[in-house]
């Protein structure tokens, strides 16, 4: 495990600025994984018994039996005249995915959102076991196929970590290029999604535009809409040329000097922020303590990237503007998403400018076999996928077939301040919330 | 300046896809959705061999593609995926089941469809959302979408079904009035695709209700399902596609 990236201490509570990350059991210990906010550090520590029982069932979903949907504990129970429960889903067109929530309203006011996740579990952690990594990375990048890029580079840089194997400067700049097109491609599609719901039809139509042609830009360089297959262990397989980075390097600043464009348009349309500003808000102190991540957590003001707090290769050389809000509403959530697709667009541009050369696939085979114990020898990698902090743990047996994988994906953590931002909101900002949070089932249930 | 969004559409002009009135280009049917084809000198029991999804036979040689996630293993067996290998009209995929309903005129030039997800990694559902974006406008061709299954005269059903939504596709099948289609989008949802093995999979969805047209893909890009509403509404032969 690599010492510079995750600090191995015991912590027996959680202080004013760590926040509980996941927990996960990796070869016989029960561990916690806990994020620093001060010190901006990633904390494994022993699962102490003050810690995590709350979070428990949220934070190791993956041992959720599949085929059964599971109603997150939102704590409390509401009572009284009038109260009653609305379900949606988990069939809707408002929400694209098999997934539900429970709405405990007496009218117009929600007091308790249930989400129910787990209509698609399909299992992904305990069917990668057995399997090597390149088979296992199949099931592992249609996860979710929207973080697609991010899942399957954070789980090929646990691998190769744990493995200790050469991965060329190109492959791993190649990779941080398509998790940067993922992100402005998600962005794009969340504020395309918002402006859908505000019944603002042209920003819409202009912002799937846009997104589109990402996608094709994705197509077109990395061979496929969605970044399916584009990485491999070891290396990824487009090897971009000189003329191709320049290339996309161009058609990436005209979409976003054109979102731009958009968003100023967007800016002076009032009854489109009206729908934004004071909607959902998530207070900075509920969104440490209940784990948000991603732009939901930075649109309360937390400050928290991976690609900041805890680097892979190319975002150690490169300066990341981590974008951060202190609105706490939805409005600042989407602005957090904007702001970020102009930094996306910087960063995308430097590491197309600064693209090594040399080959993109390493040479020489993984190793096959490792010496010693590996039991208690966990290979550990965090992304800052679209909707937030991706972390996955992975652990190989002799054969270096995958033996354990835990996987905490940001949206499974983003339900709970989701669910605590929507209370005594009204019920037709249900939708702008949810948006704006970019909580994904397919990410949460996996 | 005041900012007017009406003109500022205007401005944009038309990105609009010119299928099926002519081909799809390159740009609407992506090199990945373009399916494997043997060269002749494919070596069918090693392409099986590398195949994750069981989708090359080598005993019967054929490709089923149900099964396949494009994911171009088989490349190095000799299977080629060049656009010119096997023809042009191979890009589009879709292909009309022995349930018999598909292909009838009942619905004239006007369907009303509803997308379920039983399952998916989320790429299908963005791909049946991106149908009405400028650049493919379902509604010019007079499909829109429907938010109830109670007005829906299609289905388009995405992932690999997984056991907790098997009584949902179901009972959300039997509320749509007759007569009524389901098209079965994306190699999950046909077969399992690669969730085949997992523990959540319960069967390919046409085991639970019948399936009338599949548009094979891992995800298909958004003309190929097109593609797919087209022959079940009878609007597009196979014959004749462009």
């Given at each position: 495990m690599d010492s510079r990236r995750v600090e191995r201490r015991n912590v027996e509570s959680l202080g004013d600025a760590i926040q509980l990350s996941s927990v996960f059991r990796a070869g016989g210990h029960t561990y916690a994984l806990l994020s620093d906010m001060g010190a901006h550090k990633t904390v494994l520590s022993e699962l102490p018994p003050t810690l995590g029982e709350e979070f428990g069932p949220l934070l190791k979903g993956g041992e959720a039996p599949a085929g059964t949907p599971l109603e997150l504990d939102v704590g409390g129970k509401v009572e009284g005249y009038g109260v009653f429960e609305f379900p949606y889903g988990p069939v809707s067109w408002g929400v694209p995915e098999a997934g539900g929530f429970k709405l405990v309203t007496y009218g117009e006011r929600v007091v308790k959102v249930i989400p129910q996740v787990n209509f698609k579990k399909r299992g992904v952690e305990r069917s990668v076991v057995g399997r090597t990594p390149q088979d296992a990375l199949l099931i592992i990048e249609r996860s979710a196929g929207n973080f697609s890029a991010s899942y399957s580079t954070c789980f090929l840089t646990a691998v190769e970590d744990y493995l200790g194997s050469e991965v060329p400067l190109k492959a791993r700049w190649t990779r941080a290029a398509a998790i940067e097109l993922e992100r402005i491609c998600n962005h794009l599609h969340v504020f395309g999604r918002l402006a859908e719901t505000a019944s603002q039809n042209i920003a819409a139509s202009q912002a799937n535009a846009l997104r589109e042609r990402v996608l094709r830009l994705n197509s077109k360089h990395f061979g496929h809409r969605y970044l399916f297959g584009f990485n491999t262990v070891g290396g990824v397989r487009p090897d971009l040329s000189r003329e191709e980075c320049k290339e996309l390097s161009t058609a990436v600043r005209l979409i976003a000097r054109e979102f731009s464009e958009l968003v100023a348009y967007f800016l002076s349309s009032r009854?489109?922020?009206?729908?934004?500003?004071?909607?959902?808000?998530?207070?900075?102190?509920?969104?440490?303590?209940?784990?948000?991540?991603?732009?939901?957590?930075?649109?309360?003001?937390?400050?928290?990237?991976?690609?900041?707090t805890c680097p892979i290769d190319p975002y150690e050389d490169i300066y990341v503007n981590v974008e951060t809000d202190a609105g706490e509403d939805t409005m600042a959530r989407t602005m957090v998403r904007v702001r970020e697709i102009e930094s996306s667009t910087i960063v995308l541009r430097e590491i197309l400018d600064r693209m090594p050369g040399g080959g993109v696939k390493s040479g020489n085979r993984p190793k096959q076999q490792r010496d010693g114990d590996v039991l208690d020898d966990l290979a550990l990698c965090r992304i800052?996928?679209?909707?937030?902090?991706?972390?996955?743990?992975?652990?190989?047996?002799?054969?270096?077939?995958?033996s354990n994988l835990h996987v905490r994906p940001a949206s499974l953590v983003n339900w709970l301040p989701f669910a605590r931002s929507l209370e005594s909101n009204v019920f037709t900002d249900f939708q702008f919330a949810f948006e704006s949070f970019g909580l994904s089932y397919a990410d949460s249930d996996r | 300046?005041?900012?007017?969004?009406?003109?500022?559409?205007?401005?944009?002009?038309?990105?609009?896809?010119?299928?099926?009135?002519?081909?799809?280009?390159?740009?609407?049917?992506?090199?990945?959705?373009?399916?494997?084809?043997?060269?002749?000198?494919?070596?069918?029991?090693?392409?099986?061999?590398?195949?994750?999804?069981?989708?090359?036979r080598s005993e019967e040689k054929i490709i089923d593609m149900g099964l396949c996630v494009y994911c171009r293993r088989c490349s190095s067996a000799g299977f080629s995926f060049d656009e010119g290998a096997g023809g042009s009209s191979r890009a589009l995929q879709a292909s009309v089941t022995a349930h018999g309903k598909a292909g009838k005129p009942v619905f004239g030039r006007s369907l009303h469809v509803m997308m379920i997800d039983v399952g998916s990694c989320n790429a299908c559902n963005l791909e049946v959302l991106n149908l009405s974006n400028p650049y493919y406008d379902l509604t010019r061709l007079g499909i829109s979408f429907t938010n109830s299954p109670k007005h829906a005269d299609a289905l388009i059903v995405v992932g690999a079904l997984n056991r907790a939504m098997v009584d949902v596709l179901r009972r959300t099948y039997e509320s749509m009035p007759e007569p009524k289609l389901v098209v079965s989008v994306g190699a999950c949802a046909i077969s399992g695709g690669v969730f085949r093995g997992s523990e959540g999979f319960a069967s390919p969805v046409q085991d639970v209700i019948p399936v009338d047209v599949t548009v094979p893909g891992c995800p298909p890009s958004p003309v190929q399902i097109i593609e797919g509403l087209l022959l079940a509404t009878g609007r597009l032969k196979k014959e004749t596609a462009p």
């Amino acid at each position: 495990m690599d010492s510079r990236r995750v600090e191995r201490r015991n912590v027996e509570s959680l202080g004013d600025a760590i926040q509980l990350s996941s927990v996960f059991r990796a070869g016989g210990h029960t561990y916690a994984l806990l994020s620093d906010m001060g010190a901006h550090k990633t904390v494994l520590s022993e699962l102490p018994p003050t810690l995590g029982e709350e979070f428990g069932p949220l934070l190791k979903g993956g041992e959720a039996p599949a085929g059964t949907p599971l109603e997150l504990d939102v704590g409390g129970k509401v009572e009284g005249y009038g109260v009653f429960e609305f379900p949606y889903g988990p069939v809707s067109w408002g929400v694209p995915e098999a997934g539900g929530f429970k709405l405990v309203t007496y009218g117009e006011r929600v007091v308790k959102v249930i989400p129910q996740v787990n209509f698609k579990k399909r299992g992904v952690e305990r069917s990668v076991v057995g399997r090597t990594p390149q088979d296992a990375l199949l099931i592992i990048e249609r996860s979710a196929g929207n973080f697609s890029a991010s899942y399957s580079t954070c789980f090929l840089t646990a691998v190769e970590d744990y493995l200790g194997s050469e991965v060329p400067l190109k492959a791993r700049w190649t990779r941080a290029a398509a998790i940067e097109l993922e992100r402005i491609c998600n962005h794009l599609h969340v504020f395309g999604r918002l402006a859908e719901t505000a019944s603002q039809n042209i920003a819409a139509s202009q912002a799937n535009a846009l997104r589109e042609r990402v996608l094709r830009l994705n197509s077109k360089h990395f061979g496929h809409r969605y970044l399916f297959g584009f990485n491999t262990v070891g290396g990824v397989r487009p090897d971009l040329s000189r003329e191709e980075c320049k290339e996309l390097s161009t058609a990436v600043r005209l979409i976003a000097r054109e979102f731009s464009e958009l968003v100023a348009y967007f800016l002076s349309s009032r009854i489109f922020l009206d729908r934004l500003q004071g909607t959902a808000r998530l207070e900075r102190g509920d969104a440490l303590s209940l784990g948000a991540v991603g732009p939901a957590a930075r649109g309360s003001g937390l400050l928290w990237d991976d690609r900041l707090t805890c680097p892979i290769d190319p975002y150690e050389d490169i300066y990341v503007n981590v974008e951060t809000d202190a609105g706490e509403d939805t409005m600042a959530r989407t602005m957090v998403r904007v702001r970020e697709i102009e930094s996306s667009t910087i960063v995308l541009r430097e590491i197309l400018d600064r693209m090594p050369g040399g080959g993109v696939k390493s040479g020489n085979r993984p190793k096959q076999q490792r010496d010693g114990d590996v039991l208690d020898d966990l290979a550990l990698c965090r992304i800052e996928s679209p909707s937030g902090d991706l972390i996955q743990v992975v652990q190989l047996d002799m054969q270096g077939r995958v033996s354990n994988l835990h996987v905490r994906p940001a949206s499974l953590v983003n339900w709970l301040p989701f669910a605590r931002s929507l209370e005594s909101n009204v019920f037709t900002d249900f939708q702008f919330a949810f948006e704006s949070f970019g909580l994904s089932y397919a990410d949460s249930d996996r | 300046m005041p900012k007017i969004w009406v003109l500022r559409g205007l401005k944009k002009g038309v990105l609009t896809s010119r299928f099926p009135r002519a081909k799809p280009t390159s740009e609407e049917i992506p090199e990945h959705a373009l399916p494997p084809v043997p060269t002749p000198q494919a070596d069918w029991s090693a392409g099986e061999k590398e195949c994750p999804t069981d989708a090359i036979r080598s005993e019967e040689k054929i490709i089923d593609m149900g099964l396949c996630v494009y994911c171009r293993r088989c490349s190095s067996a000799g299977f080629s995926f060049d656009e010119g290998a096997g023809g042009s009209s191979r890009a589009l995929q879709a292909s009309v089941t022995a349930h018999g309903k598909a292909g009838k005129p009942v619905f004239g030039r006007s369907l009303h469809v509803m997308m379920i997800d039983v399952g998916s990694c989320n790429a299908c559902n963005l791909e049946v959302l991106n149908l009405s974006n400028p650049y493919y406008d379902l509604t010019r061709l007079g499909i829109s979408f429907t938010n109830s299954p109670k007005h829906a005269d299609a289905l388009i059903v995405v992932g690999a079904l997984n056991r907790a939504m098997v009584d949902v596709l179901r009972r959300t099948y039997e509320s749509m009035p007759e007569p009524k289609l389901v098209v079965s989008v994306g190699a999950c949802a046909i077969s399992g695709g690669v969730f085949r093995g997992s523990e959540g999979f319960a069967s390919p969805v046409q085991d639970v209700i019948p399936v009338d047209v599949t548009v094979p893909g891992c995800p298909p890009s958004p003309v190929q399902i097109i593609e797919g509403l087209l022959l079940a509404t009878g609007r597009l032969k196979k014959e004749t596609a462009p």
